[in-house]
């Protein structure tokens, strides 16, 4: 079983950044892919960044386009997502998931855990 909570979400004006945190509880969490999505009012869940237990990264590179970067700490058993030049329309809900494999958690069957998420607020 893990847990997942996220951390570091908030208002920032367009154009700034914001680290997000996804602790995790588990002494497993180590051996598990994790990956970050966004909701936005009225939208659909969209895939935004993964990370493999080893550290293989894959980004949904229409929507971050080298903006955003994932990485984790095995140790601290937390994944960040550096978010950098910020945009309105990166307004969302942010949410971490992790799941065992890096092919699972970006497949079209939804990610075995899920956090709360955490509300990014981008202003023009």
């Known amino acids: 079983q893990v847990q997942l909570v996220e951390s570091g979400g908030g208002y920032v004006q367009a154009g700034g950044s914001l680290r997000l945190s996804c602790a995790a509880s588990g002494r497993t969490f180590s051996s598990y892919a994790v990956a970050w999505f966004r909701q936005a009012p009225g939208k659909e869940r969209e895939f935004v960044a993964a990370i493999s237990y080893i550290g293989v990264r894959t980004y949904n590179t229409d929507s971050v386009k080298g903006r955003f970067t994932i990485s984790r700490d095995n140790a601290k058993n937390t994944v960040y997502l550096q978010m950098d030049s910020l945009k309105p329309e990166d307004t969302a809900v942010y949410f971490c998931?992790?799941?065992?494999?890096?092919?699972?958690?970006?497949?079209?069957?939804?990610?075995?855990?899920w956090g709360q998420g955490t509300q990014v607020t981008v202003s023009s």
């Open positions: 998931a992790a799941d065992r494999t890096l092919s699972a958690i970006t497949g079209p069957t939804p990610a075995l855990y």
